[in-house]
């Protein structure tokens, strides 16, 4: 099992919209629809961190990377 961290520190909006330009429209969407930033930074950096150790330890492209919704109610 492998337990992963991630320290942030508390940015501004301009560092967050950089960060988040790396996602999918619907996901960038769904980040500025969040209220409260500390919910912003969290989707993000999750996103970021799933995105991170699929590049790294499965060898995949990140730009081959896609999310499906299966959810149909979020």
């Known amino acids: 099992m492998r337990i992963y961290a991630v320290k942030f520190l508390d940015s501004n909006e301009k560092i967050l919209n950089n960060i988040s330009s790396g996602s999918n429209l619907d996901k960038r969407y769904k980040i500025e629809k969040l209220i409260n930033k500390k919910d912003k930074i969290r989707t993000l950096i ?13 060898g995949i ?4 990377i896609t999310f499906e919704k299966i959810n149909l109610f979020g």
């Open 61 to 64: 492209k990140n730009k081959n």
């Open 46 to 58: 999750g996103e970021l961190l799933i995105r991170t150790i699929m590049v790294e330890r499965l």
